[in-house]
C-alpha cells in the first residue's frame, strides 16, 4: 500500500484573482478585496479519483488542512498526524511534513502554491518525493502536476523508478508585485513523472531574435484590432510589446484593458475585469505561454477566471508567442479551474507567431475531462 501524506495551504491563491500577484503576507488583504480560498475546490478535484481506490493509505492534518477535504471525499481510514489552531502558517506546514516523514511515508502530496512547496522542501528535503495539486497564483516550481485531475494519476501510477529532480524554485512576492520578476533555484526536490503531466520550471528568454519577433508580433496584432472592441492584455513580455507597439504602457506582470490604442484600466482583478464586460462589451484577450511550461491560462493570470473566458468566448482568444518559445514549449495547458472550460478549448489553437505567421499547437487533453 502507497503511504501518502497530504497537506492542503488553506489560502494559497487567494491573491491571484484580486491582482495581488501572490498570497504571502497578503492574506487579509485578499479578504478585503473580496478574495475566496480555491485551495479546497481545487484539491477536492483530485481527491474525486480517489474514492473507490484501493491501495492508498493517508496521513493529513486536522481541518482544512486536509481532513475536512478528505472526509468530504469520502476516502475512509485517513490518520490525522499534525493538529493546528487558528489560521493555519508556513510553520505549520513545516512541522506537518516533518510529522509525515517520520511516519515513513512514501509521498507528500499538497495542495498550494511554491511558498507551500518551499516550506515543504524545508522540512523534508530530498529524504521524500513531494507533488503539488496546483492551487498558487504562479507556481513556477516544477514540482506541480499540470493541473489537479493529473495530480490523481501521478500518485496512483508512479513507481520508484519514474521519480526525477525537479527545481523548487524562489520567487521575490515583492519584486513580482511590482512588476519585475526574481527567480532562483531554492533546491532540488524528487517528484513522480509520467511523460507531459509534470510541469517545468518556468524559462525566461532573452535573447536579441526574441525582441525583434516580440516587434513583428505586436505590429500585426496592432493591424487586426477592431476599433471599440476591448482587449485584454495578460502578463508577460510578448504582450508588453504589443502595448508598447501602441505607444502605451503596460503592467508587466498584471492584467490590463486597451481600446481603441488607449489604456482603459492597468492591473486589473478579477472582479474589475468582470465590470468591464458586463453590459455586454466585445473582448478579446491576449495572452502568451509561460515559457517552457506551456500554460496559456490558470498561472500568474487568475484574474483571467474561467467566467471571463466564457463571458468574452474561447473563440476570442488570441495565443502569441515567438517561434524559439514555441519550440521550447512542446504542447499548450490550460487549467482555468473549471474543468469543463478546459476541456472545450478543444485539441489543438493557433499561435500568433509572428508578421502574418501562425503556428498550430496542441493542448494537453487529459483522458479524464469531461465534454461541455
Known amino acids: 500500500m502507497k503511504r501518502i501524506g497530504f497537506l492542503i495551504n488553506p489560502v494559497a491563491g487567494m491573491g491571484g484573482a484580486v491582482g495581488l500577484k501572490g498570497t504571502d503576507g497578503k492574506t487579509e488583504e485578499a479578504r478585503r478585496l473580496g478574495a475566496s480560498p480555491q485551495a479546497q475546490f481545487r484539491a477536492q478535484i483530485t481527491l474525486a479519483q480517489f474514492s473507490r481506490q484501493t491501495g492508498l493509505g493517508f496521513v493529513t492534518c486536522s481541518g482544512s488542512m486536509g481532513e475536512s477535504a478528505l472526509n468530504e471525499a469520502g476516502i475512509r481510514g485517513i490518520q490525522v498526524l499534525y493538529h493546528y489552531h487558528d489560521e493555519s502558517s508556513a510553520d505549520d506546514t513545516r512541522k506537518a511534513a516533518q510529522a509525515f516523514l517520520k511516519s515513513g511515508v512514501d509521498l507528500i502530496l499538497f495542495c498550494g502554491g511554491d511558498g507551500t512547496a518551499r516550506d515543504i522542501f524545508d522540512a523534508v528535503g530530498r529524504d521524500v518525493p513531494i507533488l503539488g495539486i496546483p492551487a498558487g497564483v504562479k507556481m513556477y516550481s516544477a514540482v506541480f502536476a499540470v493541473d489537479p485531475a493529473t495530480a490523481a494519476e501521478l500518485v496512483t501510477r508512479y513507481d520508484t523508478t519514474s521519480l526525477r ?3 523548487v524554485m524562489d520567487v521575490d512576492e515583492d519584486a513580482y508585485r511590482h512588476g519585475e520578476l526574481k527567480t532562483r533555484l531554492y533546491g532540488i526536490a524528487r517528484t513522480p513523472v509520467l511523460a507531459g503531466k509534470v510541469q517545468a520550471s518556468k524559462h525566461v528568454f532573452e ?16 493591424e487586426i484590432m477592431i476599433p471599440d472592441v476591448l482587449y485584454i492584455l495578460g502578463a508577460g513580455t510578448t504582450t508588453e510589446s504589443i502595448a508598447r507597439e501602441l505607444g502605451v504602457n503596460k503592467t508587466l506582470l498584471g492584467v490590463d484593458a486597451v481600446q481603441n490604442g488607449k489604456i482603459v484600466a492597468l492591473d486589473l482583478s478579477e472582479k474589475a475585469l468582470w465590470a468591464l464586460l458586463e453590459d455586454g462589451q466585445e473582448a478579446k484577450i491576449l495572452l502568451s505561454p509561460i515559457g517552457a511550461q506551456g500554460f496559456i491560462l490558470g498561472r500568474g493570470n487568475q484574474q483571467i477566471s474561467a467566467r471571463i473566458v466564457r463571458k468574452v468566448g474561447i473563440g ?20 482555468s479551474g473549471d474543468p469543463s472550460l478546459d476541456a472545450a478549448f478543444g485539441e489543438t489553437m493557433l499561435v500568433v507567431s509572428g508578421y502574418r505567421m501562425a503556428q498550430k499547437k496542441c493542448i494537453y487533453q487529459p483522458e479524464k475531462r469531461k465534454k461541455v
Do not use: C, Q
Open 165 to 167: 529532480d525537479s527545481e
Open 207 to 222: 535573447e536579441g531574435d526574441e525582441e525583434r519577433a516580440k516587434k513583428e508580433i505586436a505590429r500585426f496584432i496592432r
Open 316 to 335: 476570442n482568444l488570441i495565443i502569441v508567442a515567438t517561434p524559439h518559445k514555441l519550440r521550447e514549449t512542446p504542447v499548450l495547458y490550460v487549467d
